[in-house]
């Protein structure tokens, strides 16, 4: 199985819901069966008594296990409606794209499974528990109170947990968390020696015969690209392959995925398609924009009349300028892979510096074009841009800082509006002249 099949079914796993659960549950079958099989065969050989607290007889373990099981799965049903409120709450006042933050988060699952996997160990032992199997004193009952102890300290964390979850604030952090993560996976792949970031796009390789074109053999978004086996496939056959598409772009049955230049005595496997994931759903690895998607969407409906709360677009700009700025380290558009005697073998695009201002502050500067408040703070954003950048990006945010502002409705802006963006103007002027 190669890397991005692999890859494939990782990702399906990240998204599944039932995984950590069922893992609690598994643990919790295994130490029923332990404690089980340590009151049927361990204790009665014992030389010693054990004390009080640690072992019950059969009927009072029987009352624990029945009393612990139905206030386990009290709990647990309580937990899977908190967490449905919270769903409702972010797919409301947020995004529905950042549902899988929370349903996603180790945290949830954890203590759904933890609760899960103690309502299974009670009703499990609760069922093996008979009068005559047993000869004496059991275990299983103190056991089953110490795993709902420590439910409970479970749950109070998960209230915890779901109050910080559902304040904004911490919601951008965790976006933008996930955002700096993936950008500083894709600079440690584009730092590598054998591979280049160049803004020209290179020219048609004329010294092969053959091209050949690979479709998707499905629907969906692009959500893993395995440069490195395209790449030693290339290298070994004297192959040049080309990736049409950005990673997170749809793509249909009818789409050109890989375009392959090569010899003719080079026979190109259909299996190479498989070295591009594509799935129903857009995630974070691999493609940046989409994190930056999600961080814009929280400020979209935030700038929406119904929630109208400008407050919140701002600190999502304040955030995504640093994403930004992290993220135009590398600014060229097209990575080439290059071979030991530096020919390109494999190419890929991303996205330019312009592409990312207006696909992360277009939508922003449209809907919140009446607040004088998002769009001191877009032109702020643009000059602290600008401040840590390299020239070429400061090429791009002369002519889309005049686009943000032209968009603006200057009939709201009164005499003292003017003069606050007319300051920020003059240093975002600075900014953009003053050499690096």
């Given amino acids: 199985m190669n890397r991005s099949v692999a890859m494939k079914y990782i990702l399906k796993i990240k998204d599944s819901i039932w995984v950590t659960p069922v893992f609690y549950c598994l643990l919790a079958v295994i130490l029923a069966l332990i404690a089980v099989y340590t009151d049927i065969n361990v204790l009665p050989r014992l030389d010693f008594e054990l004390p009080f607290f640690l072992a019950t007889e059969v009927d009072l373990a029987k009352e624990i ?88 300290f479970f749950f109070a964390y998960f209230i915890h947990f779901v109050a910080s979850s559902i304040q904004v604030s911490n919601l951008i952090d965790s976006l933008v968390d996930d955002v700096k993560d993936e950008i500083d996976r894709e600079g440690e792949r584009l730092d590598q020696a054998h591979v280049s970031v160049t803004s020209l796009k290179p020219e048609m390789v004329e010294q092969y015969d053959e091209t050949t074109v690979l479709s998707s053999e499905s629907f969906g978004f692009i959500q893993f690209i395995d440069h490195d086996d395209l790449f030693q496939w290339a290298k070994k056959n004297d192959a040049v392959i080309r990736v049409t598409p950005l990673i997170g772009e749809f793509v249909t049955t009818s789409t050109e ?132 950048s390299s020239e070429d990006v400061k090429q791009e945010i002369r002519p889309f800082s005049r686009y943000i502002y032209d968009r603006f409705d200057e009939a709201v802006l009164h005499e003292v509006d003017h003069k606050f963006i007319n300051s920020r103007k003059m240093a975002l002027d600075e900014a953009l002249n003053e050499a690096r």
């Fill in 65 to 152: 296990l029945g009393s612990i099981s139905g206030a386990l799965l009290t709990m647990t049903t309580i937990t899977f409606s908190t967490i449905m409120v919270v769903l409702t709450t972010y797919s409301s006042q947020f995004s529905p794209r950042v549902l899988t933050n929370f349903v996603n988060d180790r945290r949830t699952m954890r203590v759904l499974g933890v609760f899960m996997g103690g309502f299974l160990y009670s009703i499990l032992s609760l069922a093996f528990m008979q009068q005559a199997t047993f000869e004496g004193e059991v275990i299983s009952a103190i056991v089953a109170v110490l795993l709902a102890v420590l439910c409970l």
């Fill in 257 to 388: 995925i890989l375009t392959i230049s090569h010899g003719k005595d080079v026979e190109v496997p259909d299996s190479l398609i498989s070295n591009v994931t594509i799935g129903r759903e857009q995630n974070v690895y691999q493609d940046v924009d989409y994190g930056l998607h999600k961080i814009v969407d929280v400020a979209l409906r935030a700038l929406s009349p119904g929630i109208n709360d400008p407050n919140t677009a701002v600190q999502c700009i304040h955030y995504l300028t640093e994403a930004l700025i992290k993220s135009f380290k590398h600014t060229g558009t097209y990575v080439i892979y290059h071979d030991d005697r530096y020919l390109g073998r494999l190419i890929t695009r991303r996205s330019s510096v312009e592409e990312k201002l207006y696909n992360v502050l277009s939508q922003i500067s449209f809907y919140g074009r009446e607040d004088v408040v998002v769009l001191e703070t877009l032109l702020e954003s643009m000059q602290n841009i600008a401040l840590n």
